[in-house]
């Protein structure tokens, strides 16, 4: 029982080393064409909030609830969200990258508050520190903005990429050098 065990993990780790590969490379493509990755991102959120929308009305009517006609109007929203963003991508990218200055900079200023309710505690200088690079950065965005929308949503989505790509290449490699050993 241990060695299929064993063997199960081993392949299963096996995919996750290629699909951390193929985050990498995705990453890597989506810093090189950072426009295109980023109508990418607004497309599959205009399709999410499309089939978010259609969710929400089969909801709305599918049971008894004294708010049904709020969830439905809630539900249209989405679709009508969805389709904008389907029909306006690059209208979509501007207010998503604004979106994201914002949240930035409303993310580091709590964030700065939680550093000095945190003071002296062991480490409060680390969250000082992002809260401040984090506050800057969507400064940064803000400012430049609407200029910075046709890079930063698909550079940011590449970044991540990869670094989620190299962490799962990681444990994966690691998780498979400790079922070598098990074996």
Not at 51 to 56: C, D, H, L, T, V
Request: aromatic residues 12%; positive net charge; glycine residues 12%.
């Amino acid at each position: 029982m241990a060695e299929g065990l064993v063997s199960g993990v081993r392949r299963a780790s096996g995919w996750s080393i290629a699909l951390g590969i193929l985050m990498i490379v995705a990453g890597m493509i989506a810093i090189f064409a950072p426009l295109e990755a980023g109508l990418v991102v607004v497309i599959v959120l205009g399709w999410m909030a499309i089939f978010n929308g259609g969710f929400q009305l089969v909801y709305a009517f599918s049971h008894e609830a004294r708010h049904r006609w709020l969830e439905g109007i809630l539900g249209l929203i989405y679709i009508i969200a969805g389709i904008y963003l389907l029909m306006h991508p690059v209208g979509g990218l501007l207010a998503l990258t604004l979106l994201l200055a914002c949240f930035l900079i409303v993310y580091g200023v709590f964030a700065l508050v939680l550093a000095f309710q945190m003071r002296p505690a062991p480490g409060w200088g680390w969250v000082l520190f992002d809260a401040i690079v984090t506050i800057l950065l969507g400064i940064l965005i803000y400012i430049h903005w609407p200029g910075t929308s046709d890079f930063t949503i698909g550079t940011l989505f590449g970044i991540s990429f990869i670094i989620s790509g190299v962490s799962r290449l990681m444990v994966s490699m690691a998780v498979r050098k400790l079922t070598s050993k098990a074996a």
